[in-house]
């Protein structure tokens, strides 16, 4: 029913106030789960789901991002001439092909639906992908694997979705369900951050979504909305009488890295998942519970 989707977008121009004194000169996107920095993760979980084209928007502060998916010369070398061939090859596999990571600036951090703007040059008029690389999914099958998967059947707008405890609907974008399957819920509106007494569902928004390039109409208007931001949900919402709408409960564990208990968390339940140190993590953490 749809076209394949070739490219992502990856919002990376945030501030990351709340890892400050972290974030100062380091974007948080470089933050480790273990010993692999979150934009990787998100690298990795958009080739799996068949993605060829990258495209960072970044700010001030974040070439540290595009030099991860470069050659490190100096590095590398050193490797070579020692004979350490397993660490070369973690360097090495996780770059780009030639021509197919982009980055665009966003001048100022506007809000998530502007970051998104900033890459309608590149995007031009097909559908896309985007990720929020601080949002963690960990999944036998990737997440947005998942939802190229059921794309395919629907097409439309959609992002993947969780279920939230009803006193925490005003910290999300909630979904007015239509219909729902129990997998995929159709919506005919999104409301940002309602108050639990007049949230419509506890479906909530993650950072992963499937977008047709019709919301760019919508942002080019650059309307602001909740926290004085452009937001991503709001385009995707006027877009709706249009363009269907669906949300994706998909299998695995999302992850609030942006968070820091999320954070912490994600680290935790990444190391134990590990066989080289997830005895010893286990163990130790027995010490402290
Ligand atoms: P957050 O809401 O987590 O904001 O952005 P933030 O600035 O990164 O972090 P805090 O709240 O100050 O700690 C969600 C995602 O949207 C991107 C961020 O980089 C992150 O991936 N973003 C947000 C932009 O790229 N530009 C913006 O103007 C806002």
Same mark, same amino acid.
């Given at each position: 029913?749809?076209?394949?989707?070739?490219?992502?977008?990856?919002?990376?121009?945030?501030?990351?106030?709340?890892f400050?004194?972290?974030?100062?000169?380091?974007?948080?996107?470089?933050?480790?789960?273990?010993?692999?920095?979150?934009?990787?993760?998100a690298?990795?979980?958009?080739?799996?789901?068949?993605?060829?084209?990258?495209?960072?928007?970044?700010?001030?502060? $974040?070439?540290?991002?595009?030099d991860?998916?470069?050659? =490190?010369?100096?590095?590398?070398?050193?490797?070579?001439?020692?004979? $350490?061939?397993?660490?070369?090859?973690?360097?090495?596999?996780?770059?780009?092909?030639?021509? $197919?990571?982009?980055?665009?600036?966003?001048?100022?951090p506007?809000?998530?639906?502007?970051?998104?703007?900033?890459?309608?040059?590149?995007?031009?008029?097909?559908?896309?992908?985007?990720? @929020?690389p601080?949002? @963690?999914?960990?999944?036998?099958?990737?997440?947005?694997?998942?939802?190229?998967?059921?794309?395919?059947?629907?097409?439309?707008?959609?992002?993947?979705?969780?279920?939230?405890?009803?006193?925490?609907?005003?910290?999300?974008?909630?979904?007015?369900?239509?219909e729902?399957?129990?997998?995929? =819920?159709?919506?005919?509106?999104?409301?940002?951050?309602?108050?639990? #007494?007049?949230?419509?569902?506890?479906?909530?928004?993650?950072?992963?979504?499937?977008?047709?390039?019709?919301?760019?109409?919508?942002?080019?208007?650059?309307?602001?909305?909740a926290?004085?931001?452009?937001?991503?949900?709001?385009?995707?919402?006027?877009?709706m009488?249009?363009v269907?709408?669906?949300?994706?409960?998909?299998?695995?564990?999302?992850?609030d890295?942006?968070? $820091?208990?999320?954070?912490?968390?994600?680290n935790? =339940?990444? #190391? @134990?998942q590990?066989?080289?140190?997830?005895p010893?993590?286990?163990?130790? @953490?027995?010490?402290?519970?």
């Amino acid at each position: 029913m749809s076209g394949d989707i070739k490219k992502v977008v990856l919002p990376v121009a945030g501030l990351g106030t709340r890892f400050l004194p972290a974030t100062k000169v380091m974007a948080k996107e470089m933050l480790p789960i273990v010993d692999k920095p979150l934009i990787q993760y998100a690298v990795e979980e958009a080739w799996e789901a068949g993605i060829t084209e990258i495209v960072f928007v970044t700010g001030r502060g $974040k070439a540290m991002l595009e030099d991860h998916f470069d050659y =490190a010369v100096e590095l590398e070398n050193t490797l070579e001439a020692r004979g $350490k061939s397993a660490e070369l090859d973690i360097v090495r596999d996780l770059m780009p092909a030639a021509g $197919k990571l982009a980055v665009v600036r966003q001048q100022s951090p506007l809000g998530l639906g502007h970051a998104v703007w900033c890459a309608k040059q590149i995007i031009q008029d097909e559908p896309f992908a985007v990720i @929020l690389p601080d949002d @963690l999914v960990m999944a036998e099958r990737g997440c947005l694997a998942q939802m190229i998967d059921a794309y395919k059947d629907v097409g439309g707008n959609m992002a993947a979705v969780v279920d939230v405890p009803l006193e925490q609907t005003n910290r999300y974008g909630i979904l007015d369900v239509t219909e729902d399957d129990g997998t995929l =819920a159709r919506a005919s509106g999104l409301v940002e951050k309602p108050d639990p #007494a007049d949230a419509p569902s506890t479906l909530s928004i993650i950072g992963r979504y499937i977008l047709q390039p019709e919301v760019f109409n919508v942002l080019d208007r650059q309307e602001k909305g909740a926290g004085n931001e452009i937001q991503l949900t709001d385009a995707i919402a006027a877009t709706m009488a249009d363009v269907p709408f669906h949300g994706l409960r998909f299998q695995g564990t999302r992850f609030d890295c942006g968070d $820091k208990a999320g954070f912490v968390e994600a680290n935790v =339940a990444f #190391a @134990l998942q590990r066989d080289d140190i997830g005895p010893s993590v286990k163990d130790a @953490l027995k010490k402290y519970l």
